[in-house]
C-alpha cells in the first residue's frame, strides 16, 4: 500500500520502517548503498541536505518507488507542517 510523506521526518520514518521490515540495520543498508550508517541515520532522523542519488539508492535497496501526484487540497500546507 502506498504511504504519503510531506517531509523529510516523514520519508525518514518510511524508510525506517521499511528497513525494520527487512530485519537490516543501519549499516547494512549503508552497504548495500555504499554509503555510510550515519548517512542512513540521518536520512531518517529526516535531517535536510540528503543527495538524491543517495536516497534513489536506498529506495531502490529497499525495493520502494517515490511516485509523486497531486495534493489533495483538504491537506495541510506545507507552513502548517514545520
Known sequence: M?????SPRQLGTLIQNAR?????????LASMV???????????AGH??????TLFGILAALDLDLQLG???KGEPDLT???
Open 34 to 44: 555504499g554509503t555510510g550508517q550515519k548517512t542512513v541515520s540521518r536520512i531518517e
Open 2 to 6: 502506498a504511504q504519503m510523506a510531506r
Open 20 to 28: 525494520l521490515n527487512r530485519d537490516l540495520t543501519q549499516q547494512a
Open 70 to 72: 497531486p495534493r489533495n
Open 80 to 82: 502548517e507542517i514545520f
Open 48 to 53: 535536510p541536505g540528503t543527495k538524491l542519488d
